[in-house]
């Protein structure tokens, strides 16, 4: 199958007693949270269990949600307690213990022992309001499902092709970011053909060691007056790739002053320049899921949705693994993509 029906998906998710309310914008990057709520989808799918949205306070929006950049493809709900009950699954005890041992303190603890609360009144305060048992973010599991089968929709398969059905089926921009999208395309004169790679800076530097450009851009083997489109959150990693590859055709949707991705200072940033900010990042994945090839990294949120989109395309390469190492990569938590990363040559 190389397309979902969104009105088949749509029939089959109504169709479904048991529900969730999956919220999506909770703590993470943009594409971090999109990769989150495929899984949290297939989940569903799998089990039988419909999938509605709250989205209206996600730390991408300006108190929309979903709706402000993509078409809609399930019903949402607006309840405000989402706000404080619906996040995503608590790490085990044993990740906990890991932590706490790495940041030598008991705090961890607490915090899990505190959430651990809110979601036992989560799930009173669900009950209470929809007058049934309803599934919340916290109840998908870490592990994404390795076999996808819905006979209803015609799927059986792997994890990443099923991924990919869902997420191309979600991934619907609404008319004013399409329009954006062609206007950034026309003032940065892309050409049909272009090469794309994601240079990420910023916070990801306490998460995993950062990869340099100019290691991504030769990953590519580009030739001279070639068009490549870089993904970037720092400006001046942007000038260091037109240092590097002068005689290269470079275009980024980056701004001068950006100095690299926080997410935390991000989520305090006015309605409008999030908007903004969030709208290139939009554009710049859909104009990489649709370039001639890819660079990205395993441990960066855009990259691994591209590439769980694109794992087949031979052009797309990751920096940090084997190209064949990547599908069984995809699968693996941030923590242990983020030591093959550091331990890839």
């Not at 209470?128 to 994404?144: F, R």
């Not at 790739?241 to 100095?259: G, M, R, V």
């Not at 903004?276 to 710049?284: G, K, M, N, P, Y």
Request: proline share 5%; glycine share 4%; hydrophobic share 35%.
């Amino acid at each position: 199958m190389d397309k979902l029906n969104l009105v088949s998906y749509q029939q089959v998710n109504k169709s479904f007693t048991k529900r969730m309310v999956y919220r999506v914008g909770v703590d993470c990057g943009f594409c971090a949270e999109m990769n989150y709520m495929v899984d949290a989808m297939l989940y569903c799918l799998v089990h039988h269990i419909k999938f509605q949205l709250y989205s209206k306070d996600a730390n991408f929006g300006t108190g929309i949600g979903w709706s402000e950049y993509f078409l809609p493809f399930c019903e949402e709900v607006h309840e405000n307690f989402h706000s404080k009950y619906n996040y995503h699954k608590l790490p085990s005890w044993l990740s906990i213990l890991r932590i706490c041992r790495s940041q030598k303190s008991l705090g961890p603890v607490a915090w899990k022992i505190k959430k651990t609360i809110m979601t036992f009144i989560g799930r009173c305060v669900s009950y209470k309001t929809y007058g049934e048992k309803v599934l919340l973010a916290q109840d998908v599991p870490l592990e994404p499902i390795r076999w996808c089968t819905v006979p209803e929709l015609g799927i059986n398969g792997d994890y990443l092709s099923t991924f990919n059905l869902l997420a191309r089926m979600v991934w619907r921009l609404q008319p004013e970011i399409l329009n954006k999208e062609e206007t950034y395309k026309m003032n940065l004169s892309l050409p049909p053909i272009y090469s794309g790679a994601q240079i990420r800076g910023g916070d990801k530097a306490s998460e995993t060691k950062l990869i340099d450009g100019k290691t991504h851009i030769e990953k590519l083997n580009l030739h001279d007056d070639d068009s490549l489109f870089i993904l970037t959150d720092d400006y001046r990693l942007f000038l260091q790739a037109i240092e590097d590859f002068p005689k290269l055709k470079l275009s980024t949707l980056c701004q001068e002053d950006e100095k690299g991705y926080y997410h935390k200072l991000f989520c305090q940033k006015d309605f409008q320049s999030k908007k903004e900010a969030i709208t290139r990042l939009i554009v710049s994945v859909d104009l990489l899921l649709s370039s001639s090839s890819f660079v990205g990294s395993i441990t960066t949120g855009p990259s691994v949705f591209i590439m769980k989109l694109r794992y087949n395309d031979p052009k797309v390469l990751p920096i940090d693994c084997s190209k064949d190492e990547l599908p069984a990569v995809l699968l693996l938590p941030l923590r242990l993509r983020a030591i093959i990363s550091s331990k890839h040559p």
